[in-house]
């Protein structure tokens, strides 16, 4: 999951989380990111999730979307970047590479919460859990399950989640009108047990879990 961190003269303004495929900033009320200053366009620019990427769109401004200091039309961001628009400052965050997480697979969306329960006497005991892309584009990829809860797909399309408790893993499904699938069969809201060699399927992308 990414976020975007909002400054003005160094004071914080707001955190947002990064959920739509499309988010606007500007300063008209219509806008995801309401941006109040008279340097910064009705409808300034926009950010873009495609493919675990986010990129920042200029949306004709008057006065510029700065990347780093530079003016650009459109980028892909990286974690740490600064977007200036108008006076304010936004720093891009993309928190599963702050947290060293490897990349999701593609064409889903990633978002690992809640830190690991704390006061393990012995974290080497535990098996870790991961899960593995066994079919689509991105074969072979692999994401370990580090957090308590990972969630896995599309805002609003379909979402499933694989909760961690010490070396025991459940899915369950969070959102959405198609429901994940445990080895063909449907998964409801109630927690579910995986076994080593189960296969989640969501969106279409068949996900392998595994420990070592």
Not at 28 to 42: H, I, K, Q, Y
Not at 159 to 164: G, K, S, Y
Not at 185 to 209: E, H, R, S, W, Y
């Amino acid at each position: 999951m990414s976020k975007i961190t909002i400054t003005l003269d160094d004071e914080p303004v707001r955190d947002v989380q990064l959920v739509k495929e499309r988010t606007t900033l500007g300063r008209r009320p219509f806008n995801d990111v309401v941006l109040e200053n008279l340097a910064v366009s009705g409808q300034h620019a926009c950010l873009i999730q495609h493919d675990l990427q986010v990129l920042i769109e200029d949306l004709d401004s008057t006065n510029g979307t700065y990347v780093n200091g530079r003016s650009v039309k459109k980028q892909k961001l990286q974690n740490g970047d600064t977007v200036e628009i108008g006076k304010f400052k936004i720093k891009f965050v993309d928190e599963s590479e702050s947290e060293d997480e490897a990349a999701g697979p593609q064409g889903l969306t990633v978002s690992a919460g809640f830190p690991e329960s704390a006061g393990r006497s012995d974290p080497s005991a535990v098996l870790q859990g991961y899960i593995k892309v066994v079919s689509g584009a991105a074969i072979g990829r692999e994401l370990p399950l580090t957090k308590t809860v990972t969630t896995f797909g599309k805002p609003g399309v379909a979402v499933a989640a694989i909760t961690r408790s010490d070396d025991n893993y459940f899915v369950h499904h969070v959102e959405g009108v198609d429901a994940p699938l445990l080895n063909g069969t449907a998964v409801g809201k109630a927690l579910t047990p995986l076994q080593p060699g189960d296969q989640v399927t969501l969106n279409g992308t068949i996900l392998q879990f595994f420990q070592r």
